[in-house]
């Protein structure tokens, strides 16, 4: 028996599952796996889709007759399809048919077409699941195919075609969204679409038809149709955009009350603290697009940029890709209702404190969102905050900036504590203030706190 501590989330799999054993990551393979993960090793479909960035690489540290461990490339940050902007979830749609095509080179074929074996890697999408393949036998269906539609295809089409805000149902159906109700849920003009007709209309009604996990007839498609299938499922997502529309929070710093001198300040100040903190680490909490994220980032250090408006994470991850840049992932996530612990018996995916602590945290005009568009007083926030990162640098804003009164212009300001010694003392129950400073021009105060706990 190995020492270990199984990863969540990898106990569904009878090839093998994750685990951690002196701080390590090692994923075990059983020894009902021991002949496809001969055949993806030798026949060359490893080497090729790490060299493409496609597949996770791995060392192999043990061999036994009933078990073999391989060491994956450690990731730091597992992020899940629901905290995906838009254009993620269809890199990581695409990159998932990639792997596919290319796996048939070999005759080798995806098992398993799940959202949750994709994660980003320096804004880029890579499969980190090594036994996600098996061979080939010529003739037969891609088993999978429903689960990529579920996981992919149908939660793309819903954000393009119905809400953008509809791709928050991958929380609740961790097994995909599914086709009978994505059906119903998309407008008729899209049964014009040749490719969601096939794969998301017809699909829920003739299941057996289109090959589904459930299917118990022997359907033979050849590899040409295989490969057509791929092809156009691949054309039909590329098909799939969505219009950014303009937001409050997309558009944030073109109508920011900073001054171009003030904010040049700001960006000074923040990122000699960040430096200050010498973190691996860093999580930004109302990030936007990110320009305070990039001050961790461009120095070399993890950074994730989350917020909660889908748009301003959608720029941040184009703007990644774009510029092809390293050690930042833009993430959705609503601080009011952060994601949780989900799955069976609650432990498939962990909700987001579990995945910290990070070991800087940025809270930049945050704290007057949270308090009194929220009404979250100041001691829960410092406390969630507590349990997100080791050193926090946040910004006071207080009643007297204009932003605070544009909150309070259309609702009674009953926020009686919502002062800058109230806020002191509620976060000394949990933060040590090292550095406090005045932002030049501006009524606001930037502090650099370390967690006492």
Known sequence: MINKKTLDGSFRDPSGFVFFKNN?????????????YTTLMKSGLYSELVKKGLLIPHIKVKDTKKYS????????????PYEWS???????????????????????????ASAYNIQFVDAKPILIDTLSFEKHEPGTPWLAYRQFCRHFLAPLALMAYVNIELGKLLKIYIDGIPLDLTSKLLPTMTKLKLGLLLHLHFHSRNQQKYASVSSTTKAMISQTGMLGLIDN????????????????????????????QAMTAKELMVEKMILTTKPKSVW??????????????KNGINTLAFDLD??????????????????????????????????????????????????????LALIHHLAITNNLPFKLIAQFLS????????EFVPKEDSQVKKLLSSRKDVFLNYFQNFFEADFGHYFKVEQKKAIPETKRTLYLMRRKI
Not at 69 to 80: A, E
Not at 284 to 297: E, K, M
């Open 24 to 36: 390590v990551l090692y994923r075990q393979i059983n020894e009902s796996y021991a002949d496809e």
């Open 69 to 80: 461990l391989i060491r994956p490339d450690f990731i730091s940050f597992i992020s899940y």
């Open 86 to 112: 838009f254009s993620m979830l269809k890199d990581a749609a695409i990159a998932t048919l990639k792997i596919q095509k290319t796996a048939l080179k070999y005759n080798m074929i995806l098992k398993d």
């Open 233 to 260: 499922l691949q054309t039909t997502i590329q098909k799939l955009t969505w219009p950014l529309p303009q937001t409050e929070w997309g558009d944030y710093y073109s109508s920011t009350n900073y001054s171009r």
């Open 284 to 297: 930004d909490l109302g990030a936007n697009i990110g320009r305070f994220s990039r001050l961790a980032s």
């Open 310 to 363: 889908p748009a301003a994470v959608e720029l941040n991850y184009l703007e990644c890709r774009r510029a092809n840049e390293k050690s930042l992932l833009p993430l959705i996530q609503d601080l009011t209702n952060p994601s949780g612990d989900i799955g069976f018996a609650n432990q498939e995916r962990d909700a987001l404190i579990k995945r910290g602590p990070a070991d800087t945290v940025l809270a």
């Open 387 to 394: 349990q997100c990162g080791r050193c926090l640098i946040i």
